[in-house]
């Protein structure tokens, strides 16, 4: 059974759970104005169904299950067209990220196709779309949030005064904060070295991004829509602090952070402020 927490936070209350799932914490918070019987029920219900369509992704797309559609397409065993659509999907939505990045992004390595760089953000955004959004119809419910190790896509209901708070996370020292803003919709995006080590790899050198000063140890993308952040974090993640190529090809905002720790925000194609992170 869901376990629903509660939080009065101002005039508003939020409800929140999570979910385990694809090796990853994802937390769901949803603002209403009363907490009611009849509220918990819908969001216990559309838990249910957010943790099928978790289960239903790993199930198609993890690299560590032997039955799972990525394993079998990878070993010859099933071609692509008798895949699951959201496969097909997926894989389409890979041949444009690497159009889209000009190359900077790949889910091909070694011979092999490994789409984890999109897969994650693709779900997160679909699934709240489809099971959180439209709760906003209700005028009990204020605003929707589903966060995935990180990453997240968010709503508010038009005319409500709520705002997400986002925090950048220093990724030196996970307990300090180098930037904080508010949204209403959207989604934030981080990817890089700092959580998991050497897993990234630069498409153009066939090599895993290492720790070098110039290279770039955490990327935070900001845009509407969460497949977009996830696939340009992923991107940017593999770029070193001295590159600036990938500005003409990115719209949003954001933020990238290398091993010399030296920040900067862009804006629009604009690198709009620089500087050292001395107490990182």
Do not use: C
């Amino acid at each position: 059974m869901t376990k629903i927490f509660k939080k009065i936070i101002g005039a508003y209350i939020m409800l929140s759970f999570e979910i385990n799932e694809m090796n990853i914490p994802f937390t769901v918070q949803i603002i209403v104005k009363e907490d009611d019987e009849i509220t918990r029920k819908i969001i216990l219900e559309r838990a249910k169904k957010i943790h099928e369509w978790l289960v239903l992704v790993d199930h198609i797309f993890s690299p560590f299950k032997t039955d799972s559609e990525l394993v079998l397409y990878n070993h010859r065993k099933i071609e692509l067209i008798n895949t699951n659509p959201f496969f097909q999907e997926v894989f389409a939505l890979s041949v444009w990220a690497k159009e889209m990045t000009q190359g900077m992004f790949s889910a091909n390595f070694a011979g092999e196709y490994n789409p984890t760089g999109v897969v994650k953000g693709w779900a997160i955004e679909k699934v709240e779309h489809v099971q959180l959004k439209p709760l906003l119809s209700d005028p009990n419910f204020v605003a929707v949030n589903l966060n995935g190790g990180g990453d997240m896509q968010f709503n508010t209901s038009s005319g409500a005064d709520w705002q997400w708070g986002i925090g950048i996370v220093s990724p030196f020292n996970n307990e300090k904060i180098i930037s904080r803003f508010g949204m209403k919709n959207g989604a934030v995006a981080t990817s890089g070295t700092s959580q998991r080590g050497e897993h990234l790899f630069n498409p153009s050198t066939g090599y895993a991004v290492s720790t070098e000063s110039f290279n770039i140890i955490s990327a935070t993308v900001i845009d509407s829509k969460l497949t977009y952040a996830d696939i340009w974090a992923t991107a940017i993640a593999t770029t070193t602090i001295n590159d600036h190529n990938w500005l003409d090809y990115l719209s949003g905002s954001g933020i990238r952070i290398s091993y010399s720790k030296k920040a900067e925000r862009w804006l629009n194609h604009e690198i709009v402020d620089q500087k050292e992170l001395v107490y990182a």
